[in-house]
């Protein structure tokens, strides 16, 4: 599947990997990454309305959908640094030195690690239903914390949990777009097919992505908090209320990363641009306007 009006590319950023992205559109640039278990086909009603005034790269990620999956050979292969120099490189092979980045779910803390590592390249940054790494394993904690089993899961030495997950891999990413949808219908039937098959052939660099967060990502996060650094270009923040059920202040927790920061809390499912894509495109409008 394809997003329509959309002309695709397969570019290397770097290391024998290339990335495949779908590109639309004229004006000041705005990468959209996306998050687990998708593709960039989640965007694909978001991208088409802002490619009316911008041009809209939609990235499939290292190791996701159409992208290359190098084999994991050490915690840099996934680690969100080597991915946010993937679409860093992405972007200047497409001509585009800065440019505003936003993800949701995997692709928001590619797109976090993007800002830190590469401020001068992100004018304005936008993260999905998301905690950064370092946030996100200090709120998980007691009997709450079984919403994230699949962290915890996918965070084991390599080996066991690729082996668990191919036993039924439709099983297991199917329950995530079952359990997240607030609205069963945003994803159609052959949407979810392809986001399946998608996965099918791309467990163990999933696998790799999330073991990296339990580990290599968190070293970066700390060090980026021991030395206070911080965001300081404009970001947006759209989350469920993950906070009444965990028992956190997820504004508090992205206050500490962001100095100019617009932090809201949405009624929809986790799904947020398949699901109310008119909400999130102007979310996305305003933020490019900061």
Partial sequence: MII??????????????????????????????????????????????????????????????????????????????????????????????????????????????????????????????????????????????????????MAQPPGLPERLIAADPDAFFGHFLDAWTGDPQAIPADVRAAYLEACRHAIPSIVADYRASAGIDVEHDQADRDAGRRLRMPVTVLQQDWGAALGYDAAALWRAWATDLRHVTVGFGHFMAEEAPADIVKALRDLLER
């Fill in 4 to 153: 329509e009006g959309f002309t695709y590319h397969r570019v290397p950023v770097g290391d024998g990997v290339s990335l495949s992205a779908a590109v639309a559109g004229e004006g000041s640039p705005i990468v959209l990454l996306h998050g687990f278990p998708q593709t960039h086909l989640m965007w694909r009603h978001v991208a088409p309305e802002l490619a009316a005034g911008h041009t809209v790269i939609c990235p499939d990620l290292r190791g996701y959908g159409a992208s290359d999956k190098p084999a994991e050979t050490g915690p840099a292969t996934y680690a969100k640094r080597t991915m946010a120099a993937d679409v860093i490189a992405l972007a200047r092979a497409l001509g585009h030195e800065r440019f505003a980045l936003a993800g949701h779910d995997r692709g928001a803390l590619v797109a976090f690690r993007a800002a830190l590592d590469h401020p001068a390249a992100v004018t304005q940054l936008a993260c999905l239903d998301v905690l950064p790494t370092l946030d996100m394993w200090a709120a998980m904690h007691g009997v709450t914390a079984a919403v994230g089993f699949h962290l915890y899961l």
